[in-house]
């Protein structure tokens, strides 16, 4: 008997996401006067580094109750309809959002569905829409120390009924094309399901979810966070793991995911800014590296805003903090690796790109190498990820080819034949590509 196969991936993810990279976006740091209109006056610029999907963080009025820092959280919602005065008015993100349309950008905005600020007005009109802990207290999500908001409960299915019309208000009315949903699998997978559907009825979303759980791409999510991703990078480049270590990343992704989903990879956030330092801080030499692995390796690459300017501080959370804005070399090479993500089929985000294909070598404990290729393309990538000079040959035929180095202007064919040997000098990469 024929057992058909039957997808996992219930739904379809938008075309214009399959070359897609992402950029977020800060509105309060973004610039001293922190508002949607001085946004606006940059998404030209944001283009131009190549990115096409823009992430607005929470754009709503920010609860005071328990309210941390000056300006407390913007994930502390006191209403889900409304917009933060401090940002504009609904005319000014309308703007916004109709000059990134005609940029041909996409906008997705932060939702917050597990928890709401103390003061929301659903505290006292629905009360029973909120978990408990065992006094029978509101309380924020379990073992954590959120102690500005408090959690929803799931059961209930008027507040699911809410929620969705909530989503859907900002497509109606701001035609917005998705969300990034934070702490998405503290709430109900069966609940994504319901709003997936009743989005994708007024139009085709993308849907991003701050989670590493591969069940959220079933039913809902096009992207999820690849945390073990940045982890196992930071680990590698502070020899805490072996370089298998990233190699045991992309065998469970590759065979423990579906081929649909698409994993956002990403050396910053505004978490990682905040709490854990700067990708300099973080990374350090490596940290050009491993831009290019989060840009021409499977998975979509994330910039936090002002990671093109080199990044150069934290930025508090709870209060303003501007972005040291500058023009800067990270900037340039993400602007370069972006073009070709978006021209090169081969590079495109989860099955409209191709695997990445292990080639073996003499320094396996440090350099890591692979290839990616489909009919129109092919790309033979190289890192040391070592501090220290290594001489690498290559194994096996699959990387044998005549390519160009996207990074040497000349344009000058290299033959990378079966006795090719290569000098990296720490944390060097190489990218070589052959276009047919």
């Given at each position: 008997?024929?057992?058909?196969?039957?997808?996992?991936?219930?739904?379809?993810?938008?075309?214009?996401?399959?070359?897609?990279?992402?950029?977020?976006?800060?509105?309060?740091?973004?610039?001293?006067?922190?508002?949607?209109?001085?946004?606006?006056?940059?998404?030209?610029?944001?283009?131009?580094?190549?990115?096409?999907?823009?992430?607005?963080?929470?754009?709503?009025?920010?609860?005071?109750?328990?309210?941390?820092?000056?300006?407390?959280?913007?994930?502390?919602?006191?209403?889900?309809?409304?917009?933060?005065?401090?940002?504009?008015?609904?005319?000014?993100?309308?703007?916004?959002?109709?000059?990134?349309?005609?940029?041909?950008?996409?906008?997705?905005?932060?939702?917050?569905?597990?928890?709401?600020?103390?003061?929301?007005?659903?505290?006292?009109?629905?009360?029973?829409?909120?978990?408990?802990?065992?006094?029978?207290?509101?309380?924020?999500?379990?073992?954590?120390?959120?102690?500005?908001?408090?959690?929803?409960?799931y059961t209930q299915a008027s507040l699911r009924e809410y929620m969705i019309e909530a989503m859907c208000y900002w497509l109606n009315e701001f035609d917005i094309d998705g969300f990034r949903c934070d702490v998405a699998a503290y709430v109900p997978n069966d609940f994504w399901r319901q709003v997936r559907t009743s989005l994708d009825e007024i139009k085709p979303v993308f849907m991003l979810a701050e989670s590493e759980h591969r069940d959220l791409h079933e039913y809902a999510f096009d992207m999820t966070y690849a945390w073990s991703w940045n982890k196992v990078l930071f680990n590698i480049v502070h020899k805490r793991v072996h370089l298998d270590e990233l190699r045991g990343y992309y065998s469970w992704n590759e065979r423990s995911w579906p081929e649909e989903a698409i994993r956002m990879t990403f050396l910053s956030n505004h978490d990682g800014n905040a709490w854990e330092g700067t990708p300099n801080e973080r990374f350090g030499d490596a940290q050009q590296a491993c831009i290019v692995l989060s840009c021409l390796g499977q998975g979509m690459p994330l910039i936090h805003n002002g990671q093109e300017a080199g990044e150069s501080k934290r930025l508090a959370f709870f209060e303003k903090d501007c972005i040291e804005w500058q023009t800067h070399s990270i900037g340039a090479l993400y602007a370069q690796l972006l073009s070709l993500k978006q021209r090169y089929t081969a590079?495109?985000?989860?099955?409209?790109?191709?695997?990445?294909?292990?080639?073996?070598?003499?320094?396996?404990?440090?350099?890591?190498?692979?290839?990616r290729q489909d009919n129109e393309s092919k790309w033979f990538v190289i890192f040391n990820f070592s501090d220290q000079h290594k001489q690498v040959a290559f194994y096996e035929n699959l990387y044998t080819d005549e390519y160009i180095d996207i990074f040497d202007a000349s344009n000058r064919l290299h033959d990378l034949f079966d006795d090719f040997e290569i000098d990296l000098e720490p944390w060097e990469y190489r990218v070589f590509m052959r276009e047919y």
């Open positions: 008997m024929n057992h058909p196969v039957i997808p996992y991936v219930k739904h379809i993810t938008p075309l214009w996401a399959s070359n897609a990279s992402i950029y977020q976006i800060n509105v309060r740091h973004f610039s001293p006067a922190g508002t949607f209109d001085s946004v606006t006056n940059e998404l030209a610029r944001i283009k131009q580094l190549g990115v096409t999907i823009i992430w607005l963080m929470p754009i709503h009025i920010i609860g005071k109750l328990k309210r941390k820092g000056t300006l407390g959280s913007p994930y502390s919602v006191k209403d889900f309809y409304s917009i933060n005065p401090e940002f504009g008015s609904d005319i000014e993100l309308k703007a916004l959002i109709h000059e990134a349309h005609d940029l041909e950008l996409k906008v997705i905005l932060d939702w917050v569905p597990n928890h709401s600020a103390l003061d929301n007005a659903l505290v006292i009109e629905h009360p029973e829409w909120y978990a408990r802990d065992y006094k029978g207290d509101f309380r924020p999500p379990p073992w954590c120390d959120w102690s500005d908001i408090i959690e929803f409960d590079l495109w985000n989860g099955n409209y790109g191709a695997l990445m294909h292990q080639v073996p070598n003499s320094h396996q404990d440090s350099i890591f190498s692979f290839v």
